[in-house]
C-alpha cells in the first residue's frame, strides 16, 4: 500500500472520536482472540467478526466523508485534480 506524505489536521473532538471508535474496534478484535482461545464455538466467532466488519465499514465511512467534504473540497479550490482519480482509487478500495 503506498502510503501519502500529506497530513491532516484533525480536531481534538474529532481526534477523540476517531480513537474512541478505534478502541472498541481493538477490543472486539481481542475478545474474537479470546474466543479462539477457549475454544468457542464458531458460529458465535462468525457472529463477532461480522460486528467488526461492520465496526470497520463505519469507521471508513466516516474518515471518507470527513475526507470528501475537507481534504478533497481543498484540494479542488486549489485546483488540484488529481484529487478526483485518488478518490475514486480510494473509493473503490471500498468495494
Given amino acids: 500500500m503506498k502510503e501519502s506524505c500529506k497530513k491532516k489536521e484533525r480536531s481534538s473532538e474529532e481526534k477523540e472520536k476517531l480513537l474512541k ?3 472498541i474496534i ?3 478484535v481481542r475478545g474474537i482472540k ?3 482461545i477457549d475454544n468457542r464455538y ?3 466467532i462468525l457472529i463477532q467478526l461480522a460486528a467488526i466488519t461492520k465496526s470497520l465499514k463505519s ?3 466516516t474518515i471518507l466523508k470527513q475526507h470528501i ?3 478533497v473540497v481543498n ?3 486549489n485546483d488540484n485534480l488529481h484529487v478526483i482519480d485518488e478518490l475514486i482509487a480510494t473509493i473503490d478500495r471500498f468495494n
Fill in 21 to 23: 471508535h478505534l478502541n
Fill in 59 to 61: 469507521l471508513g465511512n
Fill in 75 to 77: 484540494d479542488l479550490k
Fill in 34 to 36: 479470546n474466543m479462539v
Fill in 42 to 44: 464458531c458460529n458465535d
Fill in 69 to 71: 467534504t475537507d481534504c
Fill in 26 to 28: 481493538e477490543g472486539q
